[in-house]
């Protein structure tokens, strides 16, 4: 279970904005040295620590990750993100920023279309009575 408590639709538009704005290009100062997809952006529960300050299964990007690589050292690696079920630890092998981005980008679009989709439902079933917002199931 997640104790994340940054809110996730947040989480993933600044992770794409993140990638849109050039975050995962080689740095100036360290070009010799990749940058890890979530890990190396302020998506990662540990970024800006030297060690890892909370265990990943206290990350919201850990629902994304199928149970049996859940316990995988960097288990948001293991994302599903297309129909192919191509992980960023796959696209990693092949060496190829420009796809791994393209594919982890279109992998945010679609969660973020796809929560923003269900917080719309959600917020059509809410009615306000004195103040109070109810629940009324359809």
């Not at 945010?108 to 279309?113: E, N, P, Q, V, Y």
Request: with cysteine; glycine share 6%.
């Amino acid at each position: 279970m997640t104790t994340d408590e940054r809110d996730i639709l947040e989480l993933l538009k600044d992770e794409l904005n993140f990638i849109e704005t050039g975050g995962y290009g080689r740095s100036v100062r360290t070009p010799w040295q990749s940058k890890s997809t979530f890990q190396d952006s302020l998506s990662c529960i540990n970024y800006g620590y030297p060690y890892r300050a909370h265990p990943c299964s206290e990350c919201h990007l850990l629902d994304f990750v199928s149970p049996e690589h859940r316990t995988e050292e960097v288990p948001c690696h293991f994302i599903p993100l297309n129909t192919d079920g191509d992980t960023i630890e796959d696209l990693e092998l092949h060496d190829n920023q420009a796809k791994l981005e393209r594919e982890v980008s279109e992998w945010l679009r679609a969660k973020i279309k796809e929560i923003e989709g269900g917080a719309n439902r959600a917020g059509n079933c809410l009615k306000s009575t004195k103040g109070v917002k109810t629940w009324t199931p359809q």
